[in-house]
């Protein structure tokens, strides 16, 4: 992938452009390939109201409040002399171009069309990556630069390879070029929201022309757990517009290698593939981060709360790393984000763009209950006072599965003691007081009940009345034995520095966690994998920056559950 390194923040006290250019050159490429292609100009009073363009050997100025641009004064020909030899001697080494190499040893002038061309191409391998800068002033000292590098040293998208695309059932198609006559094939890079227009799409046209009023296809695949649905829709373009800062130009059309607004694509997401119906593609999907800092939000009025479904639902449209959860169990409605800064955005966008005002909250484990031990329940319904009672009497018997055992029902009725279309009536029951829970309101889970016998009576019994029975005769047997409340177990995986091994597996034992087992790896790094309480994980994101000093990461997968200790299951019982 082409790079390049912009300098940031020049403007503020303590920026320093040559000890940043020198970091860069330590910690990546191991050194020769990034080298300046500006150098800041300073004035009289320190500040940044400049650059000198090495190749061109010229001075943009910005001290004026507006951009000049002249030759470059003696009083900086040293610096311009010895700092641009090291840069033509490095692009022409990146680019491999001999001829030009041995020309330039030779001590024969360059021209300056020959290293611009070396420059793209050194850019365009990944080998080189020029460095500039820029200072947040009322000028934007530097905007110009980096506008002029992007046209100077990146490639066309003629020069750049395509991104793999497939048809829809993943068979390989015939590799796609930049060319505007060939097959219709373009991504969904961002979507937006204008309080005028409404949703707009941000699309990059790798392949063919995306025409105004044009019907597309649009396609969105996406992994298992991103909380987002696969779809395959045909919609209508509506206006295609080209972006120029807050100008928006209507065109008829936008060819290959055009990054265009789209407006009104109802069903597009951001990494969506979009083309031809008669020839759908599909692009390789984006790797994301995962989100692995779960937030709980709440509505702060009545009034939000109406709106706070189809802003989320726009919210989701527009970032693919967040994911939505809705826990039947806890009712909350949890964001799983990248970190703190990535929830706050959230939240904020959330207020600013679409006027909910959303409050933070714990989230909540999804425990379970189970029986810790076999019991025998009687659900009785007799209500006979005068015309069509219920009548329902159901004798059971309850006994624990292993962890992950489900729920199992076995029919051991002989005789008729209950009729046989209302043996399923009773097993409904059953599930449906599982689901509300016998001791703390949370679900039941890995058990088996037994129906073993029971009454009926000939005019007052019916499906309902068996359904209240089974749910009767479940919450007896709890009564008559222990209830164990179970967690989520999360098996976590810890990549970290040898260095911070020891503290990693401290911490994960202060959160009732177990330790699996540790790897080596590559480049003095190890792997913890951990089983841990869901519960005392729901911040890890943050804690494991605090603990490996911003060095270890992690992923996280469900692994079942597990009883929770007796002291705190006696605490979530009361509470």
Not at 75 to 99: F, K, M, N, Q
Not at 431 to 440: E, S
Not at 441 to 453: A, E, F, K, M, S
Request: with cysteine; net charge negative.
């Amino acid at each position: 992938m082409p790079r390049a390194v912009v300098v940031t923040n020049l403007d503020k006290e303590r920026a320093d452009f040559d000890e940043t250019v020198a970091v860069c050159q330590r910690v990546f490429t191991g050194g020769g390939g990034i080298l300046p292609l500006f150098l800041p100009l300073h004035g009289d009073d320190g500040t940044v109201a400049g650059f000198i363009d090495l190749l061109d050997e010229e001075m943009w100025d910005w001290s004026s409040g507006a951009v000049t641009v002249r030759p470059a004064e003696d009083e900086h020909r040293s610096l311009v002399d010895s700092a641009r030899s090291e840069l033509i001697e490095g692009v022409i080494t990146e680019s491999e171009d001999e001829s030009l190499m041995e020309r330039f040893i030779g001590g024969e002038h360059v021209d300056i069309e020959l290293l611009t061309t070396d420059l793209e191409r050194a850019v365009a391998r990944a080998h080189f990556h020029p460095v500039t800068g820029h200072a947040v002033t009322e000028a934007n000292v530097g905007s110009e630069l980096i506008l002029d590098l992007i046209v100077r040293g990146f490639p066309s998208p003629v020069e750049h390879p395509l991104p793999t695309v497939t048809g829809l059932d993943g068979d390989a198609t015939t590799p796609l070029t930049a060319d505007p006559a060939g097959p219709l094939c373009a991504e969904v890079i961002k979507t937006t929201s204008d309080p005028y227009v409404g949703k707009v799409s941000i699309v990059r046209v790798f392949s063919g022309t995306l025409a105004s009023d044009a019907v597309v296809h649009v396609s969105g695949h996406f992994g298992d757990g991103t909380g987002h649905q696969d779809h395959d829709v045909d919609e209508r373009i509506g206006h295609l517009t080209c972006m120029l800062g807050s100008q928006h130009t209507d065109i008829s059309e936008a060819i290959a290698g055009s990054i265009v607004a789209v407006s009104k694509l109802t069903r597009a997401e951001t990494g969506d593939t979009l083309s031809s119906p008669d020839r759908p593609l599909l692009m390789e999907p984006w790797l994301m981060p995962l989100p692995l800092l779960p937030v709980a939000i709440t509505a702060h009025s009545a009034g939000d709360e109406d709106k706070l479904g189809s802003a989320l639902g726009r919210i989701a449209a527009e970032d693919p790393t967040l994911r939505i959860e809705h826990p039947e169990e806890t009712g909350q409605i949890v964001l799983w984000t990248l970190g703190e800064a990535h929830a706050d955005l959230i939240v904020d966008r959330l207020k600013s763009r679409y006027g909910v005002a959303v409050d933070s909250t714990e989230v909540k484990a999804s425990l379970r209950e189970t029986f810790a031990g076999e019991a025998a329940g009687n659900g009785r319904l007799v209500k006979q006072s005068g015309g069509h009672g219920q009548y329902a009497v159901v004798d059971i018997s309850v006994e624990p599965l292993p962890t992950g055992g489900g729920f199992e029902f076995v029919d051991k009725i002989v005789g008729g003691a209950i009729p046989r279309q209302y043996i399923p009536s009773v097993e409904k029951g059953v599930r449906m007081q599982m689901a509300q829970g016998v001791a703390a309101g949370y679900p039941v889970v890995d058990i088996r009940v037994t129906l073993l016998d029971g009454k009926f009576h000939s005019v007052d019994s019916s499906d309902m009345a068996f359904q209240n029975a089974g749910a009767l005769a479940l919450k007896d047997a709890a009564g008559r034995t222990t209830i164990s409340l179970l967690e989520p177990m999360v098996t976590l995986t810890v990549s970290v520095p040898d260095d911070h091994v020891g503290a990693v597996i401290a911490d994960v034992s202060t959160r009732r966690g177990q330790i699996r087992g540790t790897t080596a790896l590559p480049g003095g790094r190890s792997q913890v994998v951990a089983e841990v309480p869901e519960a005392e994980i729901s911040r890890y994101a943050i804690d494991i920056r605090s603990i490996t000093h911003g060095t270890g990461d992690f992923t996280r997968e469900m692994s079942g559950h597990a009883p929770v200790p007796a002291a705190i299951a006696k605490k979530l019982m009361e509470d």
